[in-house]
């Protein structure tokens, strides 16, 4: 993407901005450090020699003074020989040369005291010399030529002192500049992205995105201003194609409930005529019951579009969830529910005096669908056991019951996982209130592999 390409060029051209910058700043600064001490100490003191090594010393300390005869023991020639020395001399008093050790031959036989001070700093015939004090003789060593380059450097103690100063200043300096270069140029590009960072976050939240087209983050707005105008289009017609869904589903909602409620009542006319021979009489409830059945089927179909698509309010109002769940148990038994099944309820003592906010119809709701689908699924009957506890401060709601329980397809689907051929209306609606009401719902697994359902309503 060219975005791209164009964002990293310009960090490359920011990097090597910045260390010309600070290579420029340094270069400046150095001269300026040298300019300032050069007018603080103009004249520094005379050279000053190096004192020799240790090597010296102890060649030194190997030659010995015997009747006017200067000797080298076999240890100091040894020492000479594994130095990096090619020559050695020894100067008497009178600068006369008392002791060599492979002298070049061009050099002299003797050496005024203005020629000793000036090889003493510097080169002797162009080799790099070293000078010893040994008793009142002097000890003349020499290097290759071309092994040492000699300056002769000489500060005082002030000026040394300013040099450090100078140099942790320098340091600071660098560390200042550095660090402010690296956040003006991070700002730069922080003011860059940050309409783009607004623009994904409006895409996000489902809001228009319309952000300007320049700088470094052109190609990257056009398509986030693309691709926002795509998705406005998109959940339009979303939008339309859900509220047409919708609509239709209430029409048809609508248009079936008149006949629908003539055939259930010729129905229950029919069904208790008692001129009726007894076999149309059963035909008669048997149409009545599947028509119930359909009925039922258009209102859970209505009730899970409006929920689906937040299209059903909810009228909250405290209610007790003891005496709601006792209630809906006693609505069955008084629709003359069959001696094969049996509702069984279990109230925890601390859930009596518990008072929650919600929309009683939905949650009675949710509460009938789950009894009415074990009973439905159990024709041959079944101990339904509805429970309300205490855990971790909420109240939570556990239906099971004595047949198989709940399917492992059906939990699967519940969840989202998609299961050709398989409807679950009744618990997808009650997952649905659940969910519309800020709760969880659960499908522990019992031990004969099948789940129960629990839910938890705040």
């Given at each position: ?213 320049r700088g470094i983050t052109e190609e990257l707005s056009r398509e ?24 239709w589903i209430s029409g048809v909602s609508h248009d079936i409930r ?139 709601w556990r239906f099971s019951d004595t047949g198989p329980g709940i ?52």
């Amino acid at each position: 993407m060219k975005s791209l390409f164009r964002i990293i060029r310009r960090y490359v051209a920011n990097a090597v901005l910045l260390v010309l910058f600070v290579i420029a700043f340094n270069i400046i600064a150095t001269f300026f450090i040298l300019y300032r001490l050069s007018l603080s100490y103009p004249t520094p003191e005379a050279a000053a020699y190096s004192s020799a090594s240790e090597q010296l010393d102890e060649i030194s300390r190997e030659i010995s003074y015997s009747e006017g005869i200067c000797r080298i023991s076999d240890q100091g020639r040894s020492i000479l020989e594994q130095s990096q020395y090619v020559w050695a001399m020894l100067l008497g008093p009178g600068g006369n040369v008392v002791w060599s050790w492979h002298l070049p031959e061009e050099f002299a036989d003797s050496y005024s005291i203005p020629e000793v001070a000036q090889f003493s700093r510097w080169y002797l015939n162009d080799y790099p010399t070293r000078i010893w004090e040994s008793g009142d003789h002097l000890l003349v060593t020499g290097e290759d030529r071309d092994s040492i380059f000699r300056i002769n450097l000489v500060y005082t103690t002030s000026y040394v002192d300013s040099i450090k100063i100078y140099v942790v200043s320098l340091i600071a300096l660098n560390l200042v500049l550095i660090l402010s270069l690296a956040l003006w140029f991070g700002y730069r590009f922080y003011r860059s992205l940050r309409p783009l960072a607004k623009g994904i976050e409006s895409m996000a939240d489902s809001r228009p995105v319309l952000l300007p087209e320049r700088g470094i983050t052109e190609e990257l707005s056009r398509e986030l201003n693309k691709t926002s105008r795509m998705l406005d289009a998109q959940n339009e017609k979303l939008k339309k194609r859900d509220d047409a869904r919708t609509e239709w589903i209430s029409g048809v909602s609508h248009d079936i409930r008149t006949p629908l409620a003539l055939i259930i009542g010729y129905a229950e006319s029919l069904a208790s005529d008692a001129d009726l021979r007894e076999e149309n009489r059963q035909r008669s409830e048997n149409i009545r019951r599947q028509g119930i059945l359909i009925k039922q089927l258009i209102q859970d179909l209505n009730l899970t579009s409006k929920l689906e698509y937040n299209a059903q309010p909810l009228h909250k109002v405290p209610y007790s969830p003891a005496f709601l769940l006792r209630e809906t148990a006693a609505e069955y038994y008084n629709d003359g529910l069959s001696d094969e099944y049996e509702i069984e309820i279990r109230i925890a003592p601390e859930v009596e005096a518990v008072r929650l906010d919600g929309d009683v119809s939905l949650i009675k709701r949710a509460l009938r669908n789950i009894i009415g689908n074990s009973i439905r699924h159990n024709p041959d009957g079944c101990r339904i056991q509805a429970e309300l506890f205490m855990d971790l401060g909420s109240v939570v709601w556990r239906f099971s019951d004595t047949g198989p329980g709940i399917p492992q397809n059906v939990v699967d689907c519940l969840k989202g996982r998609p299961v050709e051929g398989l409807h679950v209306m009744g618990l997808r609606i009650v997952q649905q209130i659940v969910t519309a009401h800020g709760g969880r719902i659960f499908f522990p697994q019992g031990q004969n592999g099948m789940h129960a359902i629990e839910f938890v309503v705040n």
